[in-house]
């Protein structure tokens, strides 16, 4: 199988911080010895970090979570219960993109890797060039997420800066509703309202009402909002 690629995100006007000082580093979990360092040396050889291991637990413990990262794991690594490995990594809070490496190619075995987390599924032996792909194809994946999430916790930061009546202006805004609309809505005048947008605009960093629809959608602000009113 190829890789699976995903669409960068692009994050409209909010300025986020997302380290790339550091190299990103490629987890290797296999249970085969010399598999595993001819997979470091591979990473090695094109400039990323690598660490390598037969172990979960071993991998928990090295796991840096502020670095860009992904993992290559192979199914046959015992995990601490009866669930998968990708599962008990998710039970522990690790999110960062799996390629998973295997000797069984059948499509049952793919389909539930994928409905697991995977983003992508090789075959061993592995294609060199193909590992490399997607092994870069993961990491920006993992720094496409690192920024969305980053952009999501400043917009969330902006929007708590919103007094409880700008964020009805703004939830109004979201719904579609025109200043006359949400005046009669919230029985205000047609002036206030036009201050509180105004105001819920600039808090937010929203040039255009396009941009603050899409702030308010990464927000959930309709799901916020759900059932409150």
């Known amino acids: 199988m190829g890789c699976f690629i995903l669409p960068r995100s ?3 006007s909010v300025s986020t911080t997302v ?23 591979l ?5 990323l970090s690598a660490w390598a291991s037969a172990d979960l637990e071993a991998f928990l413990t090295a796991y840096q979570p502020e670095r860009p990262a992904c ?26 993109p799996v390629i998973v490496l295997t000797y069984r190619s059948d499509v049952a075995t793919a389909v539930a890797a994928m409905k697991q987390g995977a983003m992508d599924f090789l ?26 999430r980053a952009w999501r916790q400043a917009l969330l930061g902006r929007f708590e800066t919103l007094t409880p009546r700008e964020q009805d202006i703004l939830q109004r805004v979201v ?8 005046a009669d809505r919230l029985e ?7 201050v509180h947008r105004a105001k819920v605009m600039q808090k937010m960093g ?3 009402l396009s941009q603050l629809v899409q702030m308010a959608m990464a927000l959930d602000i309709l799901k916020l909002y759900d059932g409150n009113g």
């Open 10 to 12: 692009s994050p409209l």
């Open 19 to 41: 380290s790339h000082c550091e190299t990103p580093i490629i987890y290797i979990l296999d249970p085969d010895a010399a598999l595993r360092d001819a997979l470091r040396r």
């Open 43 to 47: 990473v090695e050889s094109v400039g």
């Open 71 to 96: 993992l290559l794991l192979d199914l046959r690594v015992p995990g601490p219960t009866e669930s998968s490995v990708q599962q008990n990594l998710r039970a522990q809070g690790v999110d960062l």
């Open 123 to 148: 075959e061993k032996p592995v294609n060199e060039q193909m590992l490399l792909d997607c092994v870069h194809h993961a990491v920006a994946e993992d720094q496409d997420r690192r920024r969305a």
């Open 175 to 182: 719904e579609g509703l025109s200043n006359r609309e949400i």
């Open 188 to 194: 205000l005048s047609h002036k206030t309202v036009e």
């Open 206 to 208: 929203a040039r255009t």
